[in-house]
Nanobody
Framework: QVLLVESGGGLVQPGGSLRLSCVASGIPVRDITVGWYRQGPGKQRELVATETSDGYTRYASSVEGRFTIARDNAKNTWYLQMDGLKPEYTAVYFC?????????WGQGTQVTVSS
């Protein structure tokens, strides 16, 4: 059984930083494409960042240079380092793992950027 569990969300002031974590079980993180998506209030879920198993990364233009996706294969975990947060980044953030052409999703973690 595959299970993804996010953590690290919370309330942060504009310009602040957060690091999200996604701990995976039942899936080999070293062999998969990992990613982060978000869904803001009244919006559709959108891609934030992805990284393939061979290290190719892709970022949404709105977060390029502010967010960094990374993984720790030994911990079967991937991360999203978010710096320079803006109020428009407020959303529920979801991690996703793509393995054998199937998408596995976490339950989401709320990120609120507000003063």
């Amino acid at each position: 059984q595959v299970l993804l569990v996010e953590s690290g969300g919370g309330l942060v002031q504009p310009g602040g930083s957060l690091r999200l974590s996604c701990v995976a079980s039942g899936i080999p993180v070293r062999d998969i494409t990992v990613g982060w998506y978000r869904q803001g209030p009244g919006k559709q879920r959108e891609l934030v960042a992805t990284e393939t198993s061979d290290g190719y990364t892709r970022y949404a233009s709105s977060v390029e240079g502010r967010f960094t996706i990374a993984r720790d294969n030994a911990k079967n975990t991937w991360y999203l380092q978010m710096d320079g947060l803006k109020p428009e980044y407020t959303a529920v953030y979801f991690c996703k793992g793509l393995w054998h052409q199937y998408n596995y999703w976490g339950q989401g973690t709320q990120v609120t950027v507000s003063s």
